[in-house]
């Protein structure tokens, strides 16, 4: 499965950017898409995910409120919605794709996912 991510770019604090994902190939019966992000110097941490089946939605902490899910479901497209931009939600943001449905609790780990996109670097600046 090869994910084709888009959107990332350069904003002020306070502003937006939409960033999207689909796989390139394949019919899937069922799958869970996320998006993680990596700052220099850091971790690669969790940001959002959504089971494909039920439109369900995870979100960390550090976003729920501001960031959004959304989906083209014809198309296997995931959307997130970055709303109210900060400078610390300046990274490389990675799509995340698998066709297991991890539990909850596993959803916000790299490991449950099998299939990484390129990445999209967001730039917020103060």
């Known amino acids: 499965v090869q994910l084709q991510a888009s959107g990332g770019g350069l904003v002020q604090a306070g502003g937006s950017l939409r960033l999207s994902c689909a796989p390139s190939?394949?019919?899937?019966?069922?799958?869970?898409m996320g998006w993680f992000r990596q700052a220099p110097g850091k971790e690669r941490e969790f940001v959002a995910a959504m089971r494909w089946s039920n439109g369900g939605t995870f979100y960390a902490a550090s976003v729920k409120g501001r960031f959004t899910l959304s989906r083209e479901y014809a198309k296997n497209t995931l959307y997130l919605q970055m709303n109210s931009l900060k400078p610390e939600d300046t990274a490389v943001y990675y799509c995340?794709?698998?066709?297991?449905?991890?539990?909850?609790?596993?959803?916000?780990?790299?490991?449950?996912?099998?299939?990484w996109g390129q990445g999209t670097l967001v730039t917020v600046s103060s």
């Open positions: 995340s794709f698998t066709e297991r449905s991890p539990i909850a609790s596993w959803l916000n780990s790299p490991g449950a996912y099998d299939y």
């Open positions: 190939t394949g019919t899937f019966s069922t799958f869970t």
